[in-house]
């Protein structure tokens, strides 16, 4: 194994490697990591689902009825009434014909990608989607194709030079870019597509809960509805639990069952977990205070930033990086924010493009402007002290 040894102590060399963190106890605006009380910016739990008193009583009443594991796969016996009425849940929320849980965000496009298409196809995918679509489309047959990112012209001329050689080209983009906080540009892509006769695949991990009415998501901010193909969503971020799904039509449904590999070899979602995102999606439906709360504290936190001279990028969404550029900066930074009591993860390669290293801030709707103010102030110190400002 000295393979391995060597490769770690060349992490160590270059300054990036790390140690996990403990956190001991929920997922909060504050949370106590590794002995110490810290301001968390670093968490997926955009709306503050994670510990929310609804979801936790839904998922103990679904433990008290189900157990705590389905027992087996959706096409066996681990295919409960919870989880057909998830489904039905999602896709009325997503305003789609159907949908499907996966156990996972990564599950579903290793799942998903693989069972939609073939050898006679070729994927069309962004430069900067997430690593999971990576892995996704090397699990396919079908040729690969990637374009610079968000380069609506390079989609064009690939679209053009693989014209008519293959039976369906499917075009696959995040909706929101998870390490920069851009938007994709959908409206261009969908237009390219029906121009040229392709599929769309949108992840929305990132969008889900956060853009469009009541966090509908990318397709709705875009007012896309009926036009992008598959629909892929992350039931762990702004919905605070676990799991993943694709939405579309009822034929991409009753497909996946037969051929969605995660779901055929893997158990089925948990009950409680299931019974948690069914209340989520009841909260969203009924009121935009999570979504209106995280945009206030979002826009806000952004501003303080700028006005201090931090690059935070060109993010159009709740991510918010703070761009350092040299790699083990980047973790001095992140370490020295911990140690001073605010928890930034460092993003660095192979995250990110060398020299790309940055601190990516997740506010939540759970962050007060006390927190927030206490956060940008020990960040101003803390770059100013390591010479980043």
Known sequence: MSFLTNSIENLKKEGVYRELPINEGPCDAEIVLNGKKVINLSSNNYLGFANHPRLKNAAIAAIKKYGVGAGAVRTIVGNMDIHEELDQVIAKFKKEEAALVFQSGFNVNAGVIQAITTDKDIIISDQLNHASIIDGVKLSKATRAVYRHSDMDELERILIESAGQYENTLIITDGVFSMDGDIA????????????????????????????????????????????????????????????????????????????????????????????????????????????????????????????????????????????????????????????????????????????????????????????????????????KLGIL
């Open 185 to 384: 540009k959908l409206p261009e892509i969908v237009r390219l597509a029906k121009k040229y006769g392709a599929l769309t695949y949108v992840d929305d991990a990132h969008g889900s809960g956060v853009l469009g009415e009541r966090g509908r998501g990318t397709v709705d901010h875009f007012n896309l509805h009926g036009q992008v193909d598959f629909i892929v969503g992350t039931l762990s971020k702004a919905i605070g639990v676990v799991g993943g799904y694709v939405a579309g039509s009822k034929e991409m449904r009753d497909w996946l069952l037969h051929r969605g590999r995660p779901l055929l070899f893997s158990t089925a979602m948990m009950p409680a977990a299931a019974a948690g995102i069914i209340e989520a999606f009841n909260m969203l439906e009924t009121s935009s205070e999570y979504t209106d709360k995280l945009w206030e504290n979002a826009r806000y936190f952004k501003e303080k930033l700028e006005k201090l001279g931090f690059d935070i990028g060109h993010s159009q969404t709740p991510i918010t990086p703070v761009m350092i550029g040299n790699e083990a900066q980047t973790m001095e930074f992140s370490k020295a924010l911990l140690y001073n009591g605010v928890y930034v993860s460092g993003i660095v390669f192979p995250t990110v493009p060398k020299n790309t290293g940055r601190i990516r801030c997740m506010v939540s709707a759970l962050h007060t402007k006390k927190q927030l103010d206490k956060a940008i102030e020990i960040m101003e110190q803390t770059a100013k």
